[in-house]
Structures are given as structure tokens and as C-alpha cells.
């Protein structure tokens, strides 16, 4: 199984691939995609659609994993993060990818145990369930792969259960 994990922004969208191969997960891909900050916001909405588009071509993921909006104090800004949100989404029901949203807290129970995990822990566990070198960075991607994990944990769990 292949999963994309997207962690949506505007001006940064990170972005992980994983495979999981029996009960070893491996990232396949990790970054981040971003857009000028004083760019047009329809032009860096098709350059978040594009490389979206770019890694489903490429990678050919059974599914696609996003972290859910979350609404904070900032509605504008969620505003812009549900627009990059609704391009992935968008590149990946044109090629038929499966999506499945998790909450922040869902992602970091599932790679740290506990869903009130910082940024850190997150990436020193990412960086220890998929055997890298180093903690994934910037943070974005390191969100991004571990919604692919979390996804790639929770899938088999999730067939399992009657419809």
C-alpha cells in the first residue's frame, strides 16, 4: 500500500509518501510545495493542484491522507488552508484516489501515542517509524508523512470493519 499525506497550506504544503510493505513502513518521498507569499492566489492555488497532480501521477498512491481543517482563532487563514485543502482533494477524486481525513490529534495519537504531541515529537517519531537518517523537515512535510502513516496504520483496521 501507498499513501500520500498532505498537510495543507497555502503557502506551504508539506507532503510525505509512504508504502507500507507488511508491517515495514518506508517513505518513498518527503517536502514541502510552496507558493510565493505575494503571488496571485489563483496561481498558487494551480501550482498546489499541479504538484498534487505531479505525485499521484507519479507515485500511483492507494490513497490519499489530510490532515482535517482546523478552525482557530484565524478564520481567513483557514479560509486559504480549506482552498489548498479542496485542490488536493480535487487532483486526487480526478484519478479515483481514495481520501480520508484525520484530525490533528488522530495523527499524532498514531505516530506518538498521544494526540497533544509538539511539532518535535512528531518528527523524531516520523523520522524513527520510517527508519530515516534524520527528523524530517521542515515540520510540514514531517505532518505530511505522518498523516501517511497514520493512514497506512488505520487502513487495514478500517477494511477489516463491516461497512
Known amino acids: 500500500m501507498i499513501v500520500l499525506g498532505i498537510d495543507p497550506g497555502l503557502a506551504n504544503t508539506g507532503f510525505g509518501v509512504v508504502q507500507r510493505r507488511g508491517s515495514t513502513l518506508l517513505a518513498l518521498d518527503g517536502g514541502v510545495i510552496a507558493t510565493a507569499a505575494g503571488g496571485e492566489l489563483p496561481d498558487r492555488i494551480r501550482r498546489i493542484h499541479q504538484a498534487v497532480a505531479d505525485l499521484l501521477d507519479h507515485y500511483r498512491p492507494d490513497a490519499l491522507a489530510m490532515e482535517s481543517l482546523y478552525f482557530g482563532k484565524n478564520a481567513s487563514s483557514a479560509l486559504l488552508v480549506g482552498q489548498a485543502r479542496g485542490v488536493a ?75
Open 89 to 163: 482533494l480535487l487532483a486526487a477524486a480526478q484519478r479515483g484516489v481514495p481520501c480520508s481525513d484525520y484530525t490533528p490529534q488522530q495523527i499524532k495519537g498514531a505516530v506518538c501515542g498521544r494526540g497533544g504531541a509538539d511539532k518535535g515529537q512528531v518528527q523524531r517519531m516520523v523520522q524513527a517509524l520510517l527508519r530515516l537518517p534524520e527528523p524530517p523537515a521542515p515540520d510540514h512535510a514531517a505532518d505530511a508523512l505522518a498523516a501517511a502513516i497514520c493512514h497506512a496504520n488505520h487502513a487495514p483496521l478500517r477494511a477489516a470493519l463491516p461497512a
